[in-house]
């Protein structure tokens, strides 16, 4: 991991604001340093959304104990149209998409949204939520009102 978060830093991080990615996708497991990884894996997430103004990201943790939890701050892109998430633990504030005007799919799958209140576009038009863990205590609402298709599957 070490060896390839090396590689990764200094294809992402240095590559300049002139030459934005289309898709960028992240398929990580074997996470060691599970503290720093997670915080490298969030830099690189973000700064591929934001710097490098993907149009599809995904991120896609293998199964584990522990799920990375990604910063519960906002993504901000006027890019991102197409967001896949596999394997993370998202919180309120990350799912609030209003900071993302071209967003239309989101997938979200095997992921931990106990602390989610709210996931909240009003670009989205596609929602997919595969296998995700809610909260017992209180709703996620849904709040989308382009939404033309939303696909659920529980245990």
């Known amino acids: 991991m070490q060896e390839f978060g090396y590689f990764v830093h200094r294809l992402l991080l240095h590559r300049g604001r002139g030459a934005p990615i289309d898709e960028c996708r992240f398929s990580l497991g074997g996470l060691s340093d599970f503290?720093?990884?997670?915080?490298?894996?969030?830099?690189?997430?973000?700064?591929?959304?934001?710097?490098?103004?993907?149009?599809?990201?995904?991120?896609?943790?293998?199964?584990?104990g522990v799920q990375l939890a990604l910063d519960n701050l906002a993504i901000v892109s006027r890019h991102l149209k197409k967001l896949q998430l596999t394997g993370v633990k998202l919180m309120h504030s990350f799912l609030d998409f209003s900071s993302c005007p071209v967003l239309e799919h989101l997938d979200i799958s095997f992921c931990n949204l106990v602390d989610a209140k709210k996931i909240s576009s009003r670009s989205l038009k596609h929602l997919n939520i595969f296998r995700c863990i809610f909260s017992r205590t209180f709703h996620t609402h849904i709040c989308a009102p382009n939404l033309l298709s939303l696909r659920m599957f529980f245990w």
């Open 35 to 64: 503290a720093a990884d997670a915080r490298r894996v969030d830099r690189w997430f973000r700064h591929a959304a934001v710097m490098c103004q993907a149009r599809v990201l995904q991120l896609r943790l293998a199964p584990s």
